[in-house]
């Protein structure tokens, strides 16, 4: 049931969004032959508790949906301008969610913005954020789970005029949550996004980012790190739509998998009719650690332009025996040979972020589960 608390509109929309989840059908996981990320999920059982995600930030400004005071248009202006109510899990996610504002004024510079995700149960959160004009941020999302068994989480992001964005998100969620997240962005002129993403917890993760280039000179980053061990299974979409000139792209993703762990990797680079003189560049790596693991990779380049420059490439392939052999005949036992090796495939990723911190957590978690 609803929070009666709510403001009236946001009841509206709630209310309209059970509507279209009793009539639309649940988005499909297959995406060609023999090319599928199934994981079942009865969202007609789950136990949603809000409120348990925090923002700190010292500049910004923070504001549940519930109590928006003199936000509330700002809000209605760009709640739902990326992301629609278009299938079962959407319109699920739009009954249910709880709503966060985080406004960056114009001009402004803020300092590190943290989110925190620390899940006890069923959670279906909302954040939206508004770059103004010339501001500045840098965002780290961090979520975690103990006792949840669902997430969904949608991330909106509206970049103004020459507002420069780094948003990076540490997903360690417990092994038995199930985890939704769509993460979508407009960049206006002059704008730039930078993603990067961990993704390194949950049962099963359906990742979603697409960044919508609209003003000229837009541009974004999209850099992903993975790492899958036991029945970990992973979804990841990346899309970059170019929707005015002089617009640029630069999207890699690079992952490990062991045991039976699964991801499908598909990336989609868009440029219009449009979008001339515009740039896009995407690649997919795997490493695989035994024979069981298994990883399906779909670069797409959707080319409506002929001058343009872009690009595309992937790679799937076994961890290098003759590296192991040579590092564990130098005196490294097996598993410490093999987290040199992966942080070496890993590198080249983790030294463009100035995070210092969030690689540290990374190389501790994979140092730990390569024990398991």
């Excluded at 959407?90 to 709880?98: D, E, I, L, P, Q």
């Excluded at 690079?254 to 039976?260: A, F, Q, R, S, Y």
């Excluded at 409506?304 to 799937?316: A, E, F, Y």
Aim: aromatic share 8%; charged share 25%; hydrophobic share 35%.
């Amino acid at each position: 049931m609803a929070n009666t608390s709510e403001p009236q509109w946001i009841l509206d929309k709630k209310n309209s969004a059970l509507d279209n989840f009793n009539k639309l059908q649940m988005p499909s996981t297959v995406y060609g032959m023999g090319i599928f990320a199934n994981s079942e999920v009865n969202l007609n059982n789950l136990n949603i508790k809000n409120n348990q995600v925090s923002v700190i930030s010292k500049d910004a400004i923070v504001v549940n949906f519930n109590n928006p005071g003199e936000y509330e248009n700002l809000i209605k202006e760009h709640f739902q301008s990326c992301v629609k109510d278009e299938n079962k899990l959407t319109a699920f996610h739009y009954s249910k969610f709880n709503g966060i504002l985080i406004y960056i004024p114009k001009n402004k510079e803020a300092s590190p913005i943290q989110i925190n995700s620390d899940l006890i149960s069923d959670s279906v959160d909302h954040i939206l954020i508004v770059a103004d004009t010339n501001s500045r941020a840098y965002i780290l999302d961090s979520a975690k789970s103990t006792t949840s068994k669902f997430r969904s989480q949608v991330v909106e992001i509206i970049a103004k005029e020459n507002a420069k964005i780094d948003y990076i998100s540490l997903q360690n969620l417990g092994r038995e949550t199930s985890n939704f997240t769509i993460r979508n962005a407009i960049v206006e002129k002059d704008a730039s996004l930078n993603w990067f993403d961990y993704c390194l917890g949950s049962k099963f993760s359906k990742i979603t980012t697409t960044t919508n280039l609209n003003g000229q000179g837009a541009s974004t980053i999209n850099l992903g790190i993975f790492f899958g061990d036991q029945t970990q299974l992973y979804d990841i979409q990346n899309s970059s739509i170019h929707n005015s000139p002089f617009t640029k792209c630069d999207m890699l993703t690079k992952g490990v998998l062991k045991d039976k762990a699964k991801t499908v990797y598909r990336g989609l680079i868009k440029i219009q009719p449009n979008a001339p003189n515009s740039q896009g560049f995407q690649k997919e790596e795997t490493m695989l650690i035994g024979e069981d693991a298994e990883a399906d990779a779909v670069p797409i380049l959707e080319i409506h332009n002929d001058n343009v420059k872009c690009k595309h490439g992937t790679s799937i392939g076994q961890l290098d025996k003759e590296k192991l052999f040579y590092m564990t005949s130098r005196g490294l036992d097996e598993d410490t040979a093999k987290a040199k090796i992966i942080e070496g495939f890993f590198e080249s990723m983790m030294s463009k972020l100035p995070e210092d911190f969030v690689n540290l957590s990374f190389r501790e978690i994979i140092n730990e589960r390569l024990k398991c």
